[in-house]
């Protein structure tokens, strides 16, 4: 499974970024997506996760309210929108199956400082 993920960046606290990550060439449509952060010195965690349909969403307390996961099908795309992003935010982001595969992509950087 090829996964690439792109949309990182710097900004400012209180800013906004949306992450997009493209899985071509995978039976897309019938997993379940999410998307995972490393922060510096931390271990990888789960930020958020949806279902193959996109009808049910999930997130860790930390990002609700700030953080929406989305996907398109036809595009073999899963989406994270981040607003009022914080410092903490600060991470690598990765994109996976949900339950996660073997496979990661590169990962995009999130920055978030003033």
């Known amino acids: 499974v090829q996964l690439v993920e792109s949309g990182g960046g710097l900004v400012q606290p209180g800013g906004s970024l949306r992450l997009s990550c493209a899985a071509p060439?995978?039976?897309?449509?019938?997993?379940?997506m999410s998307w995972f952060r490393q922060a510096p010195g931390k271990g990888r965690e789960l930020v958020a996760r949806?279902?193959?349909?996109?009808?049910?969403?999930n997130y860790i307390d930390s990002v609700k309210g700030r953080f929406t996961i989305s996907r398109d099908n036809t595009k073999n795309t899963v989406y994270l929108r981040m607003d009022s992003l914080k410092p903490e935010d600060t991470a690598v982001y990765y994109c996976?199956?949900?339950?996660?595969?073997?496979?990661w992509g590169q990962g995009t950087q999130v920055t978030v400082s003033s």
């Open positions: 949806i279902s193959s349909a996109g009808s049910s969403t």
């Open positions: 060439g995978f039976t897309f449509a019938m997993y379940a």
């Open positions: 996976n199956q949900y339950p996660p595969g073997p496979s």
